[in-house]
């Protein structure tokens, strides 16, 4: 089936800083989305892309739908520490989602 | 409105029990899923519906069943629970079958 690479696993930052993570796939995609999971939460949706070069922002949150459509990036600008939690990509086609591993996020104040 | 619900929040079992899992969304939407989360893999998709009266199998449905007889509620069960069954299970609602809103899940453990 669909995988998804999702990158870095983990990353550990000091308040303040910016954060980028990435993931690819060896499959195309119609339709990129980003999650974030608080411990104990369900996912909750940041942005959703539909359009392959397409640049969201929502807030300090800043994503990108890859030109070929096999990849995405999300950038989180100015972190603080309630951004604290694990992002998940999700690819999406013919009505279901492919999910990336996540990737845990850890700021420090 | 409450968005999607899941009912227990919490559940052990021994080997070979069975049980059933509730997800209910209040949004009217067309699109149901089931999915597990293990450490490390990420949610993976066990079944699905499209709407009401269907069903579809996902990525991991083995040991596992599904119905949708209301289009608010979406069962899972497990007929007999094994140890590989551990996980939280995450049931999620869509208008459009790409944007998902999930519940707040059912931690399963079989022992």
């Known amino acids: 089936g669909q995988q998804l690479n999702q990158s870095p696993q983990s990353m550990f930052i000091q308040e303040g800083e910016d954060v980028s993570m990435n993931c690819t796939s060896s499959?195309?995609?119609?339709?990129w989305l980003w999650y974030k999971q608080d411990p104990g939460e369900g996912p909750v949706l940041l942005i959703a892309?539909?359009?392959?070069?397409e640049l969201t922002s929502n807030g300090r949150l800043t994503a990108q739908f890859g030109i070929t459509r096999k990849d995405s990036f999300l950038n989180i600008s100015a972190s603080i520490p309630s951004d604290v939690g694990i992002y998940f990509c999700?690819?999406?086609?013919?009505?279901?989602?492919?999910f990336g591993q996540g990737t845990i996020l850890t700021v420090h104040p | 409105n409450a968005g999607v619900t899941q009912t227990p929040k919490f559940r052990v079992l021994k080997t070979g029990q069975s049980m059933t899992l509730l997800c209910a969304q209040d949004?009217?939407?067309?699109?149901m899923y089931w999915y597990r989360q293990d450490p490390g893999m990420g949610l993976r998709l066990i079944h699905y519906?499209?709407?009401?009266?269907?069903?579809a199998k996902g990525e991991v449905p083995d040991g596992y069943n599904v119905s949708r007889l209301k289009k608010q509620n979406f069962l899972l069960g497990l007929e007999s629970a094994a140890p590989s069954q551990t996980s939280v299970y995450f049931c999620?609602?869509?208008?459009?079958?790409?944007?998902?809103?999930f519940g707040p899940g059912t931690r399963l453990t079989v022992t």
């Open positions: 999700a690819g999406a086609s013919y009505g279901k989602l492919t």
């Open positions: 499959s195309i995609f119609n339709t």
């Open positions: 999620a609602s869509s208008w459009t079958a790409y944007e998902q809103y």
């Open positions: 892309l539909y359009k392959a070069g």
């Open positions: 519906s499209v709407g009401e009266g269907t069903t």
């Open positions: 949004m009217n939407h067309e699109y």
